[in-house]
C-alpha cells in the first residue's frame, strides 16, 4: 500500500497530531518515515531581512531538532525514519522532496502556516495543488 509517509513540520504546536497521524499510519502499513522541515526563505526575506549566516544556521538547528524528535518517535515505535532539512519554499520543498524519494503519501497540518501564507493561500493548499500523484492529508487541530 504505501512505502513511504512524508510528515512536513514547521515544528508548531499545531503539527502534532499531524505527526501521530503520519506514525500511526507508517506504523500500520510498515512504512518509512521521511519527516521534512523547509526553512522558509520568502518568510526569512521579507520579515528577517538581513539575518546573518549564524542567525539562518539557528532557523537550520531548529528545523533539525524538528525532525530529529520525529524520527526518535518513529524510532520508539520501531518505524524506519529519516530526517531532512532542506531550504527554499515550503509547499514546493515538499512537493519536490516527495518526488524524489518515492513519496506515497504527504501528511501535513493545516494551521501551522507562516503570516505571509494567510494571505497568498496555505502551504496545505499548495502542496495538495501540486502534489498531483501523491495522495496528501491535511490534519487539523
Known amino acids: 500500500?504505501?512505502?513511504n509517509v512524508l510528515i512536513a513540520t514547521d515544528?508548531?504546536?499545531e503539527v502534532d497530531p499531524c505527526i501521530e497521524y503520519g506514525l500511526d499510519i507508517a506504523d500500520?502499513?510498515?512504512a518509512k518515515i521521511h519527516a521534512l522541515y523547509v526553512v522558509?526563505?520568502?518568510a526569512t526575506y521579507i520579515l528577517t531581512v538581513?539575518?546573518?549566516d549564524d542567525e539562518l544556521e539557528e532557523y537550520r538547528e531548529y528545523g533539525r531538532e524538528n525532525v530529529t524528535d520525529i524520527v526518535e518517535r518513529a524510532g520508539d515505535r520501531g518505524i524506519e525514519a529519516a530526517g531532512i532539512v532542506r531550504t527554499g519554499r515550503p509547499a514546493e520543498e515538499i512537493v519536490e522532496y516527495a518526488r524524489e524519494n518515492d513519496v506515497?503519501?504527504?501528511v501535513l497540518g493545516k494551521q501551522g502556516?507562516?503570516?505571509i501564507d494567510r494571505h497568498v493561500g496555505s502551504t496545505a493548499e499548495a502542496v495538495?495543488?501540486?502534489a498531483e500523484n501523491t495522495a496528501t492529508v491535511v490534519v487539523e487541530e
Open 1 to 3: 500500500m504505501y512505502d
Open 11 to 13: 515544528g508548531s504546536d
Open 28 to 30: 500500520a502499513v510498515d
Open 40 to 42: 522558509e526563505t520568502k
Open 50 to 52: 538581513g539575518l546573518s
Open 104 to 106: 506515497d503519501i504527504i
Open 113 to 115: 502556516h507562516g503570516a
Open 128 to 130: 495538495i495543488r501540486m
